[in-house]
């Protein structure tokens, strides 16, 4: 059964600091990984999203890589600054018979000016 | 602005009572999607549809029934609402299964009392 985790739950940085967010999963057929962001009280919005055959994704000063092998994706934010400040999610759709997406819980982060 | 568009945004419910959440979106998705976020227990599938006229069970249906009888709209019933169905709705929508990114809504508050 897949399983995804995201450590640490809560993240607090000064402003300026680049950081890096963990997400890990436990079963490595996956079609693709998603990484969300999440403002109190919205919706989810989409940052990127990695093929299986993929290694990394970029969308300016956020990176996302993809490691099948030892299950695990990482979001790497550059210059933080407060409007980064929001729930971070990472979720894997699932390859074989239960063909869905398996969220994490997210990771809360708050950029401090 | 194209997107995913919920109605109503907060509702409060007394048990027992019934409701319809809407979900219509404008970007000729074909999957859309239908998630309860409560916390410690991140975002859980209630319901989903491939395509205009289908349904199906996600992960967590039961007490929620859906209909997708236009490819734009997606509406989730709660017949007789229950405390524990108290949560925040999000609804979603994709080109594909597996290799698209999800759009969502801003969600839908529901308190049952």
């Known amino acids: 059964k897949q399983e995804v985790t995201q450590i640490p739950a809560a993240l607090s940085v000064p402003e300026g600091e680049n950081l890096v967010l963990n997400c890990s999963f436990t079963d490595s057929a996956i079609y693709n990984l998603q990484w969300f962001r999440q403002d109190p009280g919205k919706g989810l919005t989409s940052l990127l999203l990695?093929?299986?055959s993929q290694r990394e994704q970029t969308s300016g000063r956020l990176n996302a890589s993809l490691d099948k092998s030892s299950g695990r994706s990482t979001l790497y934010i550059a210059a933080s600054q407060p409007g980064d400040s929001a729930t971070y999610l990472c979720a894997a759709f699932n390859a074989g018979n239960n063909r869905k997406l398996i969220w994490g819980l997210g990771t809360s982060l708050a950029v401090n000016p | 602005n194209a997107g995913v568009t919920q109605t109503p945004k907060f509702r409060v419910l007394k048990t027992g009572q019934s409701m319809t959440l809407l979900c219509a979106q404008d970007?000729?998705?074909?999957?859309m999607y239908w998630y309860r976020q409560d916390p410690g227990m991140g975002l859980r599938l209630i319901h989903y549809s491939v395509g205009e006229g289908t349904t199906a069970k996600g992960e967590v249906p039961d007490g929620y029934n859906v209909s997708r009888l236009k490819k734009q709209n997606f509406l989730l019933g709660l017949e007789s609402a229950a405390p524990s169905q108290t949560s925040v709705y999000f609804c979603?929508?994709?080109?594909?299964?597996?290799?698209?990114?999800?759009?969502f809504g801003s969600g839908t508050r529901l308190t049952v009392v």
């Open positions: 970007m000729n998705h074909e999957y």
């Open positions: 990695i093929q299986s």
């Open positions: 979603a929508s994709s080109w594909g299964a597996s290799n698209y990114g999800y759009t």
